[in-house]
T-cell receptor, first 111, second 116 residues
Framework: GESVGLHLPTLSVQEGDNSIINCAYS??????FIWYKQESGKGPQFIID?????DKRQGQRVTVLLNKTVKHLSLQIAATQPGDSAVYFC??????????FGAGTTVTVRA | DTEVTQTPKHLVMGMTNKKSLKCEQH?????MYWYKQKAKKPPELMFV???????INESVPSRFSPECPNSSLLNLHLHALQPEDSALYLC???????????????FGNGTRLTVT
């Protein structure tokens, strides 16, 4: 199986600052990772993914970093905006095709 | 808006009722999933359908009965539920197999179920 953990359950960020959300996983064989954003009353929304043959991938205002040595994943959000307030989940595919979610980090953006 | 549509958005049912949750996607995905999410918790996998066949059942009680009538539709039939089954039920779809195709799951907005 796969155990996925987040380092902080909550994160408060000033609008315009950068946000960093961290995640740890347990299975060294895991090689496909996904970040989701879930706003209140909605389902998880895909943000960005990364495969283990990469250590960094960038999207629009978001960057995912993967450190396979320490089994650590992070999501960086540049210039955080009020619309970024949500719960962020990291998710990991294990070898048996199941997607396991971390506990989630609630990001609150202060005006 | 999500490309995975779930109905109804909200459902209140008694413990003796029978109801169904419905999910539809038109992305040509051949894998479909049911997840359960309790408040302030991550989604938990219940069932996976691959090419319209049930491929994973995460030891879900038989009072939950999934059905995949065709590649675009996924149902979850509910019968004799308990109050602790109250939760957000999420449907998702992906290319199949998601892992090999680097295909993230696409989620609907869920059905908020309350069992009284």
């Amino acid at each position: 199986g796969e155990s996925v953990g987040l380092h902080l359950p909550t994160l408060s960020v000033q609008e315009g600052d950068n946000s960093i959300i961290n995640c740890a996983y347990s299975n060294s064989a895991s090689d496909y990772f996904i970040w989701y954003k879930q706003e209140s009353g909605k389902g998880p929304q895909f943000i960005i993914d990364i495969r283990s043959n990469m250590d960094k991938r960038q999207g629009q205002r978001v960057t995912v970093l993967l450190n396979k040595t320490v089994k650590h994943l992070s999501l960086q959000i540049a210039a955080t905006q009020p619309g970024d307030s949500a719960v962020y989940f990291c998710a990991v595919f294990s070898n048996d095709y199941k997607l396991s979610f971390g506990a989630g980090t609630t990001v609150t953006v202060r005006a | 808006d999500t490309e995975v549509t779930q109905t109804p958005k909200h459902l209140v049912m008694g413990m003796t009722n029978k109801k169904s949750l419905k999910c539809e996607q038109h992305m040509g995905h051949r894998a479909m999933y049911w997840y359960k999410q309790k408040a302030k918790k991550p989604p938990e996998l219940m069932f996976v359908y691959s090419y319209e066949k049930l491929s994973i059942n995460e030891s879900v009680p038989s009072r939950f009965s999934p059905e995949c009538p065709n590649s675009s539709l996924l149902n979850l039939h509910l019968h004799a539920l308990q109050p602790e089954d109250s939760a957000l039920y999420l449907c998702a779809s992906s290319q199949e197999p998601a892992y090999s195709y680097n295909s993230p799951l696409h989620f609907g907005n869920g059905t908020r179920l309350t069992v009284t």
